[in-house]
């Protein structure tokens, strides 16, 4: 089994930052892509962003670029998101997410384990 655990979540106004940490435990793996989903309230869980298990190949929704970055340290099993000029169209429990297969989908079915959430709400 592999237990994730995000932190960072808050309440913040519109234009701010928040980070985001998801940090993996349990199973030992390697090769497998970490990500980022959202689920406002009323709406299906979206897909915000993934990494590669390398670090060299990131995606991302477009209502995010330009505004997150998603990283990871493999050695702390642990992935980041950056959120930077947030909206209040943001606010959504945002999930971590790990895929098994390297493939950066954005296909909610295709990401193996999933953490609690983490709420982030932007006000106006």
């Known amino acids: 089994q592999v237990q994730l655990v995000e932190s960072g979540g808050g309440l913040v106004q519109a234009g701010g930052s928040l980070r985001l940490s998801c940090a993996a435990s349990?199973?030992?793996?390697?090769?497998?892509?970490m990500g980022w989903f959202r689920q406002a309230p009323g709406k299906e869980r979206e897909f915000v962003a993934a990494i590669s298990w390398s670090g060299g190949d990131t995606d991302y929704v477009d209502s995010v670029k330009g505004r997150f970055t998603i990283t990871r340290d493999n050695a702390k099993n642990t992935v980041y998101l950056q959120m930077n000029s947030l909206e209040p169209e943001d606010t959504a429990v945002y999930y971590c997410?790990?895929?098994?297969?390297?493939?950066?989908?954005?296909?909610?079915?295709?990401?193996?384990?999933w953490g609690q959430g983490t709420q982030v709400t932007v006000s106006s």
């Open positions: 997410t790990v895929e098994l297969c390297d493939n950066l989908s954005d296909l909610e079915d295709d990401w193996d384990y």
């Open positions: 349990g199973r030992t793996f390697s090769d497998y892509s």
